[in-house]
């Protein structure tokens, strides 16, 4: 059989991996949240605070979805015709038109104008945050978180080009395999990774302070099963008012992370409702899971991008022979992003799938469907949610259950444990 024949039935068995992991680890059925007990929340929430937040969203959306258009057209512009094999050219002319300059300085070359170019949007947002008194940082702050993760994305784009490229030159028929396992193997060390190099690169972590929260807390997940050494504080409040926490990281570098912001503006209770809430994730090994399909996911990406990307009309349009190229690497974005844009409302079903899960798990383990509720109006409020956003984008990109949905779940709670 030839590479072509291997890579496809490769694509298949990983494809097919993924479906059965996504239908085996993904929660498809989620707890009930009536519609009638959403329109009465809704109708039950402060009628400015609903009408502000819907206000900041649509203030946000010309920027969010302009960034959207123009990068997919400057990944197209790029990637579909010869214009981006010549950006990778000019940057690897300095250096002697070497290969690795050319995998490295001009791939990143490539990210870096996508960047550039979409960057007025990016400020967009920041003013908007700004407006609305979101943001509690100044512009030069913004510069500096934005210098910051743009050189976090070089270190990783190089090490990324260097090892792919390599890999293309010492197997040019069998890349593909190597490539894939590759991939799969960097998303399983950056979610090791990232919570301990990466994240202190934005934010500044340290211990909740002994007292009686964090020994509540502490018990909380003795009783739930879920081994955490320590709840973590990041000081948010330096760029932003919004209230949040999450859990990340796998094994030794797992962590459940709190706001500062959420212990100012939060009662202990709702403090305690949220931590619940990241308990859950732990407790169900969702960021392992994640980690796994996003593994599956990018080895999958990485077969269908040789298979797609050696189809020699595509070739022809980015001006390039050979899709493991480096002057392909265009090419690969392209095709990245369109995959991503597609891909965009199946990722955001699961995650909201899993979201509310967590959700169900907070409810029974503090067995306090007030509290929730409370905790989940006040979220909405401080971090402006709409708390019932137009159908379109829900099913497009929310990421969570709506306000209200979760809402109507947790009075479903109350009334199923009242009964």
Do not use: C
């Amino acid at each position: 059989m030839t590479p072509r024949g291997w890579a496809v039935l490769t694509l298949a068995a990983l494809v097919l991996a993924l479906l059965v992991a996504s239908a085996l680890l993904v929660p498809w059925h989620r707890p009930p949240a009536p519609r009638a007990d959403q329109l009465s929340a809704l109708r039950e929430l402060p009628a400015d605070q609903v009408a502000r937040a819907r206000e900041f969203r649509a203030a946000l959306r010309p920027g969010s979805y302009g960034a959207l258009l123009v990068g997919l057209l400057v990944a197209l512009l790029l990637g579909l015709t010869p214009l981006g094999a010549r950006l990778v050219e000019l940057a690897g002319r300095p250096f002697g038109d070497h290969w690795i300059a050319r995998a490295v300085l001009g791939g990143l070359a490539v990210v870096l104008v996508a960047d550039l170019i979409t960057l007025p949007f990016a400020a967009w947002r920041q003013s908007v945050l700004t407006r609305y008194g979101l943001s509690t940082y100044g512009w030069s702050g913004w510069a500096v978180d934005l210098l910051k993760s743009y050189a976090v994305s070089a270190v990783i784009g190089a090490v990324a080009l260097l090892g792919f490229y390599t890999v293309t030159r010492l197997a040019p028929r069998w890349w593909w395999a190597f490539g894939a396992a590759g991939a799969a193997g960097l998303v399983v060390l950056l979610s090791f990774v990232l919570p301990v190099l990466v994240e202190p690169v934005f934010n500044r972590f340290t211990p909740m302070e002994q007292g009686p929260l964090r020994t509540e807390l502490m018990a909380m997940a003795a009783r739930d099963g879920v081994p955490v050494r320590d709840v973590l504080v990041a000081d948010a409040s330096r760029r932003t008012k919004a209230v949040n926490a999450y859990v990340s990281g796998l094994g030794p570098t797992r962590r459940v992370v709190v706001y500062d912001t959420l212990l100012r503006e939060a009662t202990p209770a709702e403090v305690t409702s949220v931590v619940a809430h990241e308990l859950g994730h732990a407790r169900q090994r969702d960021v392992a899971v994640g980690t796994l399909t996003g593994a599956l996911g990018a080895a999958a990406a990485v077969v269908a991008l040789y298979l797609l990307g050696s189809w020699p009309p595509l070739t022809r349009l980015a001006g390039v022979e050979s899709v493991a190229e480096p002057r392909a690497f265009p090419l690969l974005i392209a095709l990245v992003t369109v995959a991503g844009l597609v891909a965009a409302p199946a990722q955001a079903l699961i995650s909201r799938r899993v979201e509310a899960r967590a959700d169900a798990h907070a409810l029974a383990l503090t067995g306090d469907p007030v509290t929730f509720e409370a905790m989940q109006r006040r979220l909405a409020g401080v971090n402006l949610a709409d708390p019932d956003p137009p159908r379109w984008e829900y099913l497009w990109s929310a990421s969570h259950p709506s306000t209200v949905e979760r809402i109507a779940a947790a009075r479903a709670y109350a009334r199923k444990a009242g009964g």
